[in-house]
């Protein structure tokens, strides 16, 4: 190798260590990943930002903007909650509701499918008195497969169609991946309604009208004088009536923390009562207590009761405005008027001050508040309510949305116009006919999607520019000694799944898809299967729950642990392995 391609090589296997080892946001690595190609000389300065305005970008953008018009309509609310099947059997709600996730992910961000269907979910597992992990695991893996189904379903496909257009002169047409996609929707939905359920973990049943797995929810409260705790030990807390279903896990005095193992404490006036409940026992416990709740981190005040106030369950969606922060630095009731009520994570008792808790990814939060206040502050947050929102879907909105964004489909599909000027174009009718606010534009684009992308092109293109991407498929032909095209197709869609494990699946397409096309040339036949195991196994990162936002979005609801994904996951991949290598050839022949 050339000094030149060692410098490329090494470049992109130090990005992909900072992507596993994720201290670092995605989009940061690749911003930082994209100044050492400069600085080394491997991307040219003028170049260095060309990827932004790479229509592979332009088109995510646009279908992000499409989609968030869409959802924010309500139409796609109100036609889910129709069509789900609220009495039918787990298998049918599981198939019913896959089905329905699929289909809409197809067309919008896999996150924001995900966000319309999980409250139908929950929902239905509260009404059958299950836990909703069953339903919440099939819908992620279903708005995973669902982003195959289409072109334009994730952006890791729109990536390999554009390495496919710079070897080859043309892109893949919208619908060319439809035939893979509906084949693993179709067999991944089976294989879960019928037998895969049964390798996701069952949490215990949640109580009669107690919402999901909602005893590891921590609440805060002030002991006023002349409470009823007073002089009274931990054990002796939870042994009143009044507390039943409560636990006691220590207080705060004078800003030290004393645990509930400390049972020769007696409660005292002032001291800050820390315990777990369901959110409807709060009130209960605090009435029987006479305590006051520490609602706002700021001043230390009581909630705000009385009418039109509500309490709203939300779980924290990936790079929330919230991420990061903490309850005092966000000043949650002078900024938007709600309080913090309690914080779950992961089915575990935080171990800081509600105050001092910083919130992470799949966090499920407690907030009070007034309606409108709500509402402002989940779009502000970016926090995903869980509970089923019942919007009428705005006529107004909805029929420019939709009939825009076919009009796109139409017009990329039919080949009137390149995918990015057709989607652009519907995203700005959608605009200027007031379907989509202008003031909520730039919140519908997923913006460290767009950095990703525009930053880790040109970063993966120094590969093909300095021919090391030649050098390394005629090494792994070398090692592979004459393997035939069906094997290294089956190791190159094995190795972009594990790869997508550790990082994001655009990331993965721009790594991958130049080597992709390097064994193609290498085994002299045609690229397009090889492109499309990219395109399969960067969208189905199933064994983790850090490899897909999806999988991180429900981990709190479904009260899911690190290790839930796994066996699941490997029966999946092993699936799409099954699928798509003998399918892949007969589709895209060699």
Same mark, same amino acid.
């Given at each position: ?8 090589? %090494?470049? &992109?296997? +130090? ?65 889910? @909650? ?19 996730? *699929?289909?809409?992910? %197809? ?7 995900? +966000? &319309? ?38 952006? /890791? /496909? ?27 929707? *179709? ?41 009823? %705790? ?64 520490? +609602? ?16 709203l369950e939300a779980v924290v969606r990936p790079r929330a405005a919230i991420e990061g922060q903490t309850a005092q630095?966000?000043?949650?009731? /002078?900024r938007y008027g709600v309080d913090l009520v309690a914080v779950s994570r992961q089915g575990e008792a935080p171990s ?15 907030? @009070?508040?007034? #309606? ?20 009428? #879907? ?16 139409? +017009? ?30 730039? /919140? ?12 880790? &092109? ?6 093909? %520019? ?14 592979? @000694? ?31 898809? #130049? ?12 690229p397009d299967a090889f492109l499309m195991a990219v395109a399969l196994g960067s969208a189905c990162a199933f064994l ?47």
């Open positions: 190798m050339t000094a030149e391609q060692i410098e490329a090589v %090494s470049l &992109l296997a +130090a990005t992909l260590i900072l992507f596993a080892w994720g201290r670092f946001r995605h989009d940061v690595v690749a911003m930082l990943s994209l100044m050492a190609a400069v600085a080394l000389g491997l991307v040219e300065p003028d170049a260095a930002f060309a990827g932004f305005g790479h229509p592979a970008v332009i088109t995510v953008a646009a279908v992000l903007v499409l989609g968030y018009a869409v959802a924010a309509s309500g139409v796609i609310d109100a036609a889910v @909650q129709r069509l789900m099947p609220r009495d039918a059997s787990l298998s049918v709600q599981v198939l019913a509701l896959g089905t329905m996730g *699929a289909l809409i992910s %197809s067309v919008m961000n896999n996150v924001g499918a995900l +966000a &319309l269907i999980m409250p139908v979910a929950i929902a239905a597992a509260r009404k059958a008195g299950q836990p909703p992990s069953v339903l919440l695991m099939t819908v992620s893996l279903a708005t995973m497969l669902g982003g195959l189904l289409t072109l334009i379903g994730t952006p /890791s /496909s729109l990536v390999v169609s554009d390495f496919r257009r710079q070897a080859l002169g043309e892109g893949f047409g919208l619908f060319d991946i439809t035939p893979i996609g509906l084949a693993l929707v *179709a067999a991944g939905l089976a294989f879960v309604a019928l037998v895969g359920w049964r390798l996701i973990p069952l949490r215990s049943a949640p109580v009669a009208g107690e919402l999901f797995g909602m005893a590891t929810y921590v609440t805060e409260a002030k002991v006023k004088e002349g409470s009823k %705790s007073i002089g009274k030990a931990f054990t002796e807390l939870e042994q009143m009536p009044a507390v039943a279903g409560a636990h006691v896990m220590g207080i705060v005095r004078a800003g030290r923390r004393i645990p509930s193992t400390a049972w020769w404490e007696r409660i005292q006036a002032g001291d800050v009562l820390v315990y777990q409940t369901s959110p409807e026992n709060f009130p209960r416990v605090q009435e029987a207590l006479d305590l006051e709740h520490l +609602a706002d981190p700021e001043t230390g005040a009581a909630a705000i009761a009385g009418e039109g106030r509500l309490l630095e966000l000043r949650l009731r /002078s800081r001050r509600l105050k001092r808790f910083r919130f992470a990814i799949g966090d499920l939060l407690l907030l @009070q508040g007034s #309606p409108q206040a709500l509402s402002t502050a989940l779009s502000a947050l970016g926090l995903l309510p869980i509970a089923e929102r019942n919007l009428p #879907p705005s006529r107004r909105r909805a029929l420019p949305a939709i009939g825009f964004f076919l009009a796109g489909i139409v +017009a990329t599909a039919s080949g009137l116009a390149p995918p990015a000027v057709a989607l652009m174009a519907a995203a700005l009718l959608t605009v200027i006919f007031r379907a989509l606010p202008v003031r909520e534009l730039y /919140s519908a684009v997923d913006w460290s999607v767009i950095v990703l992308i525009g930053a880790m &092109l040109p970063v993966g293109g120094t590969l093909e %520019s300095t021919g090391a991407t030649d050098v390394i498929a005629s090494w792994l032909l070398d090692v592979g @000694q004459g393997a035939g095209p069906f094997l290294v197709l089956a190791l190159l869609l094995v190795a972009t799944l594990l790869l997508a494990e550790a990082v994001s699946n655009a990331a993965t397409a721009v790594l991958m898809s #130049p080597l992709a096309i390097g064994l193609s040339r290498g085994l002299e036949v045609q983790t729950p850090i490899g897909h936002q999806n999988s991180t979005l429900i981990m709190g609801p479904g009260g899911f642990r690190f290790g839930d994904y796994w066996r699941l996951g490997v029966a999946l991949e092993f699936l799409v392995v099954a699928i798509g290598v003998p399918l892949l050839p007969l589709l895209f022949p060699f």
